[in-house]
T-cell receptor, first 117, second 114 residues
Framework: AQKVTQAQTEISVVEKEDVTLDCVYE???????LFWYKQPPSGELVFLIR??????QNEISGRYSWNFQKSTSSFNFTITASQVVDSAVYFC??????????????FGKGMKLTVNP | GAGVSQTPSNKVTEKGKYVELRCDPI?????LYWYRQSLGQGPEFLIY????????DSGLPNDRFFAVRPEGSVSTLKIQRTERGDSAVYLC????????????FGPGTRLTVL
């Protein structure tokens, strides 16, 4: 079965520090997608990125960057020069094809990031 | 445009009662998902609709849980004979279709069973 592990449960940093959130996944599928979502205190899950299993290029979006390594089944997320507004719970997720051919997301337990001023 | 909306935002009920939770997906999205998020955990899949039909209900914990989407848009998650262990945030998500598209999540309904 699919599994996503976010080993870190909570991290606290000071503003402007860089922080990396780890994600390790398990799957038997050859085609799959990996995701990161942000859940701020308001509770709504905010989509950050989707990456397919055939594209191992790293991606950068502003202060955010993602490192996908198939060899280690990892999809790590780095926030550069963190800001207080980055404080949230971050979830890594893996798509899984279900019975009937649909897609569902399998989430990790999340990692709570606190950025202090 | 409007995102996924869910009502009510909070629901407090007593053990044994029946509750209905509503999800209004993004217009034009054919795929709709329900997830449940317990405190300190990631969301867990409950059920998936493609159009009006439940294509996958393998995540529903037992037969007290049921969901419908009669016209292929709004969906209702129904829980009978609620138990304290049902207390969680129930999240709804929709996507354009089921083919690895981004799922957009609603704000959730926080259910508390006393």
């Amino acid at each position: 079965a699919q599994k996503v592990t976010q080993a870190q449960t909570e991290i606290s940093v000071v503003e402007k520090e860089d922080v990396t959130l780890d994600c390790v996944y398990e799957t038997r599928d050859t085609t799959y997608y990996l995701f990161w979502y942000k859940q701020p205190p308001s509770g709504e899950l905010v989509f950050l990125i989707r990456r397919n299993s055939f594209d191992e290029q790293n991606e950068i979006s502003g202060r955010y960057s993602w490192n996908f390594q198939k060899s280690t089944s990892s999809f790590n997320f780095t926030i550069t020069a963190s800001q207080v507004v980055d404080s949230a719970v971050y979830f890594c997720a893996l798509s899984e094809i279900t019975q009937g051919g649909s897609e569902k997301l399998v989430f990790g337990k999340g990692m709570k990031l606190t950025v202090n001023p | 445009g409007a995102g996924v909306s869910q009502t009510p935002s909070n629901k407090v009920t007593e053990k044994g009662k029946y509750v209905e939770l509503r999800c209004d997906p993004i217009s034009g999205h054919t795929a709709l998902y329900w997830y449940r998020q317990s405190l300190g955990q990631g969301p867990e899949f409950l059920i998936y609709f493609q159009g009006t039909g439940a294509a996958d209900d393998s995540g529903l914990p037992n037969d007290r849980f049921f969901a419908v989407r009669p016209e292929g848009s709004v969906s209702t998650l129904k829980i009978q004979r609620t138990e304290r262990g049902d207390s969680a945030v129930y999240l709804c998500a929709s996507s354009l279709d089921s083919s690895y598209n981004e799922q957009f999540f609603g704000p959730g309904t926080r259910l508390t069973v006393l």
